[in-house]
């Protein structure tokens, strides 16, 4: 197994890391449950440091480190359940310096450098977001633009977000295009309700939005963008596990029963040195894959599949252990624990679960066709 963790990767974690324990208590996680907006003054700080361009080449505005160099970022989010619309941003941002047009680069990349916010449209009512599924299509129009017709499910942060990159069907042809907010009526977004009540998550409606065709995306390498989404959910989940490990040592270790710390006892002991060994685990496997997902190919989506398939199994049994353990309080609102199990039964689901991963994984390992 090949890991490269370079210099920037370490004090981006040092740094991240930091700014999240102090930024992201939990006190502010349950603070963002109701809100009706994001924190915008958190973003603010988060393109201060540079962590929005992270992706972006220099020349627009970024760092250009590359995707790998935002794994740290992403753990540590994860370490502190931290809320934003970071995952849609960067992903939009790496869609765009692929697949984009010179002129969406030049116009999109600096602003999002900046600041501003993007999301993701790919999964269909069914949760699908399978090229074969696409149900959006976009149709030309006498006026020399696409008419899109359709709904999308699961879009975060589709209320703030600028603009958003869709899947849709063009003459037969599973295409990405750029639709700004402005383009979308009024009531054309409309909030779901999600296990992961920290995610603002929508459902968006397309019916009837005109789109000029230079909001067509050049190219659409939909196993790429695929494979950064596994790859930072797998960050996530890596930090999620870490977070979730804190949690449920701190009560292992200051709850007694029967005149004993209930950590003392092997049915409590030997699941958390469990999660302990999957998460050191995930995060080989999560590095690993961050060294090879620049390359492409075979061994970068073997890499991605294994991670994701190995980070969301240990990441929900983790959760579920941690409301365990609590016991009768485990299973209320007022308990921590609830929070991690949530974040990591949204993760383990998007991209598909370990099952279906596993699926997929079966004819790269063994070489033949299922």
Same mark, same amino acid.
């Given at each position: ?183 979308? +009526?009024?009531? *054309? ?5 999600? &296990? ?5 998550? #929508?459902?968006? %409606?397309? $019916? ?91 061994? +970068?989506?073997? *890499? ?5 398939? &190995? ?5 929900? #049994?983790?959760? %579920?252990? $941690? ?48």
């Amino acid at each position: 197994m090949a890991i490269s963790f370079s210099d920037e990767q370490a004090m981006l974690l040092e740094t991240a890391t930091d700014f999240c324990r102090k930024r992201s208590p939990m006190q502010a996680v349950r603070g963002a449950l109701d809100a009706t907006n994001v924190n915008r003054e958190l973003w603010a700080e988060m393109a201060g440091l540079g962590w929005l361009g992270i992706n972006i080449p220099e020349s627009l505005g970024g760092l250009g480190l590359g995707v790998d160099s935002l794994v740290p970022i992403v753990e540590a989010m994860g370490r502190h359940l931290m809320g934003s619309p970071y995952f849609g941003s960067v992903l939009a941002a790496e869609t765009l310096v692929r697949d984009g047009t010179e002129e969406q680069k030049g116009k999109w990349l600096p602003a999002l450098a900046s600041g501003s916010v993007a999301t993701l449209a790919l999964s269909e009512e069914d949760g699908s977001w399978l090229l074969e599924n696409v149900n959006v299509a976009a149709a030309n129009n006498k006026a020399g633009s696409l008419t899109l017709k359709g709904r999308k499910c699961f879009v975060t942060d589709a209320d703030i977000a600028e603009f958003m990159l869709v899947s849709v069907m063009l003459e037969g042809e599973a295409v990405l295009v750029l639709v700004q907010r402005d383009q979308l +009526s009024d009531y *054309a977004i409309q909030r779901e309700t999600v &296990i992961d009540q920290t995610r603002r998550s #929508f459902q968006v %409606d397309f $019916a009837g939005v005109e789109i000029p065709t230079n909001q067509v995306l050049e190219t659409a390498d939909f196993g790429h963008l695929e494979q950064v989404a596994m790859l930072l959910l797998s960050a996530e989940m890596s930090g999620g596990l870490s977070g979730v490990l804190h949690l449920i040592v701190d009560y292992l270790t200051t709850r007694k029963a029967f005149g004993r710390y209930i950590g003392s006892y092997q049915s409590l002991k030997h699941p958390a040195s469990d999660i302990l060994l999957s998460l050191e685990a995930v995060r080989s496997h999560l590095y690993h894959a961050a060294t090879k997902i620049n390359a492409g190919g075979a061994e +970068s989506e073997t *890499a991605v599949l294994m991670t994701k398939s &190995i980070a969301s199994e240990a990441y929900a #049994f983790a959760g %579920d252990r $941690a409301v365990q353990f609590h016991g009768g309080f485990g299973f209320t609102f007022d308990c921590d624990a609830q929070l991690f199990l949530r974040r990591a039964l949204w993760c383990q689901h998007q991209f598909g679960d370990e099952s279906y991963l596993r699926q997929r994984l079966e004819p790269l390992l063994l070489d033949r066709v299922v």
